[in-house]
């Protein structure tokens, strides 16, 4: 089974899908994700978090130049279904002031 999976919404939303850890290869993998995605024409794009147990800095770099991007566009990314502790070291790295963040 693939890490991604992407699952449109409809013609203006896609979910990207994490299942596992966004590290090490997988954030290889993650940046062709949001490439691919990035060159769509979905207004909002959500990255649904509920099954990934840990994510690193790379992928965290990637996540906000991913945002910048699409606000570039007048496009939004979201977050949800991030487990606790994810949230909370979203807040503490204020994360969650750039964009939005729902917990599962």
Known sequence: MSV?????IS??????A????LTGETTNEFQRQVEEL???D???ITLDLSKTVSINSSALGKILLFRKQLAERERTLQIRGCSEALFK???MIKFDTLISVQKS
């Open 4 to 8: 991604f999976e992407q699952k449109s």
């Open 11 to 16: 013609k203006d939303e896609v979910v990207l």
């Open 18 to 21: 994490v299942n596992g850890s």
């Open 38 to 40: 990035s060159a769509g």
């Open 42 to 44: 979905w207004g909002k």
């Open 89 to 91: 070291t979203f807040q």
